[in-house]
């Protein structure tokens, strides 16, 4: 592997993993910058143009990784797979013997993806404003390892996702479909009412960060 190739790199850091099935664990987070979607409830603004941020070696990034005891990583963004050589240093670390996950948007395709890496891809709800891009043949790549995302703002959305786990066989594709509420836009306790009386195969989650510390502070 040539270390001295460079990615966009916004922040490395220790700390909780907020989200998906492994929430609680312990995590070093690699968040890319740039990402080809605007989102309408995106929570990391700060990590979308490539202009607001500089190049960092791969010698350099597993440098910082190594000064942490932990053998997760998140690969995150932005959108991680925006930048091409992503998959080529996550599949180091995998070689490694890290446990690596990657947060994706769903509309990049997967294919080069490692297979050992756990794939957390998003199918974007209506209310998201970028649902026309959700990349549907990237479910073809997923595996009972994999989870897939939906962000719910409304029971618009609720029903879009409970449609679209049924046509896509969600529950015998992956091993965790995740409902979680768009923060500060639907109560986790209606999304938990909704999912009681009407979606018990899904797994509800919070974004376990933003009640630990402030919702919108960084490097957590």
């Keep these: 592997m040539d270390f001295s190739k460079t990615l ?10 907020g989200e998906s099935s492994r ?3 312990p995590c070093i987070f690699i968040r890319l910058q740039g990402c080809n979607l ?3 409830s995106c929570d990391t603004v700060y990590a979308q143009e490539f202009s607001d941020s500089k190049p960092i070696s791969f010698s350099k990034i597993i440098s910082e990784v190594k000064k942490y005891n932990v053998q997760y990583i998140l690969f995150t963004g932005g ?3 925006s930048q091409i050589d992503c998959t080529e240093l996550m599949k180091y670390f995998c070689d490694e013997g890290y ?3 990657v947060e994706t948007n769903g509309s990049i395709s997967l294919e080069n993806v490692d297979k050992r890496i756990v794939r957390i891809m998003d199918l974007k709800c209506p209310s998201s404003r970028v649902s026309e891009f ?3 043949y990237n479910i073809s790549f ?8 939906f962000v719910i703002e409304n029971r618009e959305d609720f029903e879009w996702a409970k449609e679209n786990c049924l046509k896509y066989n969600l529950k015998n594709t992956v091993g965790t479909v995740l409902f979680s509420p768009s923060f500060g836009l639907l109560e986790p306790s209606l999304l938990a009412k909704w999912i009681l009386e009407d979606a018990p195969e899904v797994r509800m989650q919070l974004q376990l960060h933003k009640y630990i510390w402030a919702p919108d502070k960084r490097r957590v």
């Design 142 to 149: 997923l595996t009972k390892k994999d989870e897939v995302k």
């Design 134 to 136: 959700n990349n549907y």
């Design 23 to 25: 929430a609680g664990m």
């Design 79 to 81: 959108e991680p797979l």
């Design 38 to 40: 605007r989102c309408k």
């Design 8 to 17: 966009q790199i916004n922040e490395i850091f220790c700390s909780i993993q």
């Design 99 to 101: 446990l690596v996950s």
